[in-house]
């Protein structure tokens, strides 16, 4: 075996061709990924390290958190999507992947991984490690990935440093962590000022520490580059102009504009398509650059003359063999996608048949790896399994805002058979609250089947541990915030398959239903507010059948928001009153899957939502229950 210190020593043309022996050649090349828990700062972060890494203009304006590109993603602060970048250190390249931080899409984390040599765990100075923070550290180390520790947000007051470095060392050996990984450096930060330091007492003005301690820590990429080419498909994009393109790290050899290529699956030993290279593309900054050629190592766009899935493998002809893919978690969650039938269907959507449906969600399938969809029992339904609630909400959400119109069921979480009993998922749940809020969380877990794991009190704030069925979380969200009065902090991540737990009561409460079409008017609505609480106010369309409001009693309740009063030609001074109504609830998108129940459907248009029963009909309804 022969062995080259950079790139620059060898002909890679010349070196692609060789299959006397195995040649490796050590890349001036990092791969990192940035991984950690929802807002610990990790998109903060890399845009601080794109910004001190040179990638902008200095007269430049750079938006916070540049890496968010999704308008999703901006609305609600979080990552949805992993993205590359890359910025020069030196002579040496770094590429960067942001990784989202929510449990529901930890797919994009377990896909991103495997482009990676490295990993930046990014972990609240206060906080501390969360469920989150366990799960992708726990993917980074079966991986056998070089970890670096940055402890964000160190110039937060209740910040609590040496605690939190205990906590990741300790989370690090309950992970069974290999001894270099426990020998991780400790790099102290705060992406907001831009700031760090391998000291707490002595920071530096600037991000100069990270970068050494990622040069210095993670390994460069080593390949071989005397076999033929390989590269594992870990990202898909589509360009109007090349069509489909595929993200990932070669592992050997070099690649060509033109070059002819077979694409595997190591999952599917049907699949052998042959295809041209249409084109190469590095990343640059925050961009794609044309490049001719590309080599093992650093992370490449290969557009091809063929379709190619995330988890295919490209390969050279001289060598026709897949590589693993690591399989992606299984979702627990599913919804049924249908066909809106509602009386107002069709007259705000563009997209509104069943092939588009279908198209579209076989189309996210192919892009999102822990996504799963499958055919229903009619030509109009389909059934799509996700991680949670939110990962359905967010495709719901760009369904919409694609001019999709649809309906969606109620979530349920998908059981299991394990030695002939029935088993479902189990989240591990964890809450920070202010000590006066402790006892009416304890009291709604006992109802949702929740078992106390931990406790742990900070100052004037206790986090507790519960696991609990996936399905006592669903709708629980709404009402822990008016439990803690919005100050408790709430998260998820899924922990194990086991033994079913029970009924669970879904909703306590009932709906209002809408006895007749029309509009709602002052008078029926005054009328119907001694019933509940509103989800609609005045001048709002409505149909018989569709959910108005909420029942605190707990049954459905048919009402006439519709009425109006009766006109006669003998009127008093006086004698009518002002109509002043409470202003209805508006539930958001995710607010209206929390509130559905299994009668219920949530119809979707790019500009409304409306909660309506399945059947709309009072009499058929009445029938059906019986």
């Given at each position: 075996m022969q062995v080259y210190n950079s790139s620059s020593q060898i002909n890679n043309k010349l070196i692609a061709r060789l299959s006397n022996f195995d040649v490796y050649y050590v890349m001036k090349i990092r791969n990192i990924a940035i991984i950690a828990h929802v807002d610990h700062g990790k998109t903060s972060l890399v845009n601080e390290l794109l910004k001190q890494g040179n990638v902008f203009?200095?007269?430049?304006?750079?938006?916070?958190?540049?890496m968010d590109s999704n308008a999703l993603e901006r609305e609600r602060g979080i990552t949805i999507m992993a993205k590359n970048a890359s910025f020069q250190y030196g002579d040496i390249k770094v590429n960067v992947i942001d990784t989202p931080g929510h449990a529901d899409f930890g797919g994009e984390v377990e896909r991103a991984l495997s482009m990676a040599d490295?990993?930046?765990?990014?972990?609240?100075?206060?906080e501390g490690p969360m469920p989150?923070?366990?799960?992708?550290?726990?993917?980074?180390?079966?991986l056998n990935h070089k970890i670096i520790i940055v402890i964000n947000k160190i110039d937060r007051p209740d910040a609590r440093l040496g605690e939190v470095e205990d906590e990741v060392l300790e989370l690090l050996m309950d992970l069974k962590a290999t001894d270099e990984q426990?020998?991780?450096?400790?790099?102290?930060?705060s992406a907001r000022q831009g700031i760090a330091g391998l000291n707490p007492s002595d920071i530096a003005t600037n991000m100069k520490p990270l970068f050494e301690a990622i040069i210095k820590h993670i390994d460069e990429p080593k390949v071989d580059a005397g076999s033929p080419f390989k590269m594992l498909v870990s990202a898909a994009e589509h360009s109007d102009y090349l069509g489909k393109m595929a993200i990932g790290k070669p592992v050997s050899?070099?690649?060509?504009?033109?070059?002819?290529?077979?694409?595997?699956?190591?999952?599917?030993?049907?699949?052998?398509?042959?295809a041209k290279v249409a084109g190469l593309f590095e990343f640059s900054g925050m961009s794609h650059k044309p490049t001719e050629s590309v080599n093992a190592g650093d992370i490449a766009v290969v557009a091809l003359t063929c379709p190619v899935q995330i988890g295919n493998t490209i390969c050279s002809p001289l060598e026709i063999s897949p590589i693993k893919f690591a399989k992606i978690s299984e979702p627990s969650v599913e919804m049924t996608f249908m066909v809106n039938d509602s009386p107002f269907a069709g007259k705000e959507g563009k997209f509104v048949t069943s092939r588009n449906l279908r198209d579209r969600l076989y189309k996210e399938a192919e892009r999102d790896v822990s996504l799963r969809v499958r055919d229903g029992d009619t030509s109009e339904k389909f059934l799509v399994a996700g991680r949670g609630e939110m990962h359905l909400a967010i495709l719901i959400e760009n369904m919409r805002r694609e001019n999709y119109e649809l309906a969606v069921s109620m979530p349920k979480v998908l059981y299991k058979e394990i030695d002939s009993v029935r088993c479902e998922p189990i989240d591990k749940f964890v809450v920070d609250v202010p000590e006066s809020a402790v006892g009416v969380v304890m009291e709604k877990m006992g109802?949702?089947?929740?078992?106390?794991?931990?406790?742990?009190?900070?100052g004037d704030r206790t986090r507790v541990e519960f696991l609990v069925p996936s399905r006592g979380l669903f709708g629980y969200k709404s009402e822990f915030l008016t439990d803690t009065r919005g100050e408790g902090i709430m998260s998820s991540v899924f922990h194990s398959y086991e033994k079913y737990r029970g009924d669970?009561?879904?909703?306590?409460?009932?709906?209002?239903?809408?006895?007749?079409?029309?509009?709602?008017?002052?008078?029926?609505?005054?009328?119907a507010e001694s019933r509940g609480t509103l989800f609609i106010g005045i001048g709002v369309p409505v149909y018989a059948g569709m959910v108005v409001g909420e029942n605190p009693k707990g049954d459905d309740m048919e009402i006439n928001v519709c009425k109006k009063k009766q006109l006669t030609n003998m009127r008093a001074s006086g004698s009518d009153e002002n109509v002043r109504l409470a202003p209805p609830k508006q539930l958001s998108l995710e607010g209206c899957l929390e509130f559905l129940a299994d009668d219920e459907l949530l119809e979707v248009t790019p500009k409304s939502v409306?909660?309506?029963k399945k059947i709309l009909d009072k009499n058929a309804r009445l029938r059906a229950s019986r």
């Open positions: 203009r200095e007269n430049q304006k750079v938006d916070d958190r540049v490295g990993v930046l765990l990014v972990v609240d100075s206060f989150q923070t366990r799960f992708v550290l726990q993917r980074a180390i079966e426990l020998d991780s450096p400790i790099v102290y930060a050899g070099s690649l060509n504009v033109g070059d002819q290529i077979v694409v595997v699956d190591y999952n599917n030993q049907n699949l052998n398509s042959k109802l949702r089947k929740g078992e106390l794991v931990q406790m742990t009190t900070v669970i009561a879904r909703r306590h409460t009932g709906s209002l239903i809408a006895h007749e079409a029309g509009e709602s008017n002052g008078y029926g609505l005054m009328n409306r909660i309506r």
